[in-house]
DNA sequence: TTTATTTTTTGAACGCTGTTATTTTTTTGG
DNA sequence: CCAAAAAAATAACAGCGTTCAAAAAATAAA
């Protein structure tokens, strides 16, 4: 409060220093990421990542409160281009084309990112506070947000008549939606992958179709002329 | 081989033990269970279960060859419940009925076991291939198994005709229903539940909304005639 | 009943984890 | 150069799953 040098501008060497931690928490970061994206959650080991960039464990606690934050840090920065990944699909006319579009960046991204995708998607129970707490912090603005970016498409999509009777809760709609493809992820990235001792419950080669597949059902099911 | 006091009859007091052996196997269990279902996979702590049986904690190495091989005959005992549940099913007459009534079976185990239903159906990949290793031992009859089950719906709707054009590859419908299914659930058991900081993404309150518009888009984008 | 054998249970330890209090080192500003 | 502040390291704690040798208990044999 009555601090007068530290009010304003910074000197030259807080600006380094300042720098220089943002360097070290990069690291870390990217360190950490790679444990993370290759074997999980719990492969990620504080000891480890010290061991990496050369700096005792105990350094870490400097830059992150503890191993939830970092990974927390890790996921949100990464859940970044998923959302600008799939604003993208806003620049398509037509709410269905948006939709499918959406559907599918949505879908690439998480096959593309397993281990992120489980742990923003499928959270801890014990995980949930801290995460929910974290995206308190900063939440993205609503509109962007993955769900409630489908509902406003639903909703131009109620708003122009496009589907059938009976279908007027842009909500209940998107999440349906969502879970649609929700599954059709998960299931790939957690039973595509052949074991030594089962064939895979599902064919990964095949993913396409299944994806086309899911699109077409909501296309007939939903849409009132399901040809356009 | 050449021992022939343990060539067939038991005797009584071999009997008791084994009586006995189960009897602490099922205690270890339930107790495991209860935390297990309660907080998850990492709250199930061996230790725990030792104080809780009044035992060391090494003494459950008897009875289980680790931690993992615990958990993983809970789960493959309470999915006996599962599969019993889903092949009722099949009490039904037409295909359709089958498979709408094995969607609510399904559906409704999934949200009263989350715990259960997260590491059966989401599995970790360090934990897939001893899973994988353990289902190969007394892996269930394919024809009960969850999707095998559906597919086998699907083949005797194909067969009498009753899909739209272009869907002939059971297999694959199969999959993408239970990807919708499985999304469906997995969203309610994670999402939700409402936390201090945000309002759930999902109003658990209109889940059978939900599971209500699937089978409906499921039922007109599938079928000739979806009004029966 | 006493003895030998086998089974069950335990206590103590190992290596690992995240985390923290204390001490040392380094850096900063006067 | 020196005091103040920040950063880093050391060492430890409590917890985890797991293992192994020793103790205890139960069984079978004499």
Redesign the interface.
């Given at each position: 409060m009555d601090n007068p040098t530290n009010q304003n501008t910074p000197t030259p060497s807080e600006l380094r220093r300042e720098r220089e931690r943002a360097e070290l928490t990069e690291r870390i970061m990217n360190v950490a990421r790679d444990m993370f994206v290759n074997?999980?959650y719990?492969?990620v080991t504080l000891r480890k990542i010290a061991k990496a960039i050369e700096y005792s464990p105990a350094a870490i606690y400097q830059y992150f409160k503890d191993k939830q934050d970092l990974i927390l840090a890790i996921i949100r920065r990464d859940y970044q281009d998923l959302r600008e990944h799939l604003v993208e699909c806003l620049k398509m006319e037509s709410p269905l084309e948006r939709s499918i579009e959406m559907a599918y960046r949505y879908v690439a991204w998480g096959r593309t990112h397993p281990n992120h995708y489980?742990l923003l998607?499928?959270?801890?129970?014990?995980w949930?506070?801290a995460q929910?707490?974290a995206?308190?912090q900063d939440?993205p603005p609503l509109e962007r947000d993955a769900?409630a970016l489908l509902k406003t498409i639903v909703e131009d999509a109620i708003r122009r008549d496009m589907l059938?009777e009976g279908?007027s809760?842009a909500?209940?709609?998107a999440?349906?939606l969502?879970?649609?493809?929700?599954?059709?992820v998960?299931?790939e990235i957690?039973m595509g992958?052949p074991?030594?001792?089962?064939t895979p419950?599902?064919?990964s080669s095949?993913f396409d179709?299944?994806f086309n597949?899911?699109i077409?059902?909501?296309?007939?099911?939903?849409l009132k002329n399901s040809d356009q």
């Amino acid at each position: 409060m009555d601090n007068p040098t530290n009010q304003n501008t910074p000197t030259p060497s807080e600006l380094r220093r300042e720098r220089e931690r943002a360097e070290l928490t990069e690291r870390i970061m990217n360190v950490a990421r790679d444990m993370f994206v290759n074997d999980g959650y719990e492969a990620v080991t504080l000891r480890k990542i010290a061991k990496a960039i050369e700096y005792s464990p105990a350094a870490i606690y400097q830059y992150f409160k503890d191993k939830q934050d970092l990974i927390l840090a890790i996921i949100r920065r990464d859940y970044q281009d998923l959302r600008e990944h799939l604003v993208e699909c806003l620049k398509m006319e037509s709410p269905l084309e948006r939709s499918i579009e959406m559907a599918y960046r949505y879908v690439a991204w998480g096959r593309t990112h397993p281990n992120h995708y489980r742990l923003l998607m499928v959270p801890h129970p014990a995980w949930t506070d801290a995460q929910s707490r974290a995206w308190a912090q900063d939440a993205p603005p609503l509109e962007r947000d993955a769900l409630a970016l489908l509902k406003t498409i639903v909703e131009d999509a109620i708003r122009r008549d496009m589907l059938k009777e009976g279908y007027s809760d842009a909500a209940a709609i998107a999440a349906t939606l969502w879970a649609g493809l929700h599954g059709l992820v998960l299931l790939e990235i957690t039973m595509g992958t052949p074991t030594p001792y089962t064939t895979p419950a599902i064919d990964s080669s095949t993913f396409d179709n299944r994806f086309n597949m899911m699109i077409h059902i909501f296309k007939e099911g939903l849409l009132k002329n399901s040809d356009q």
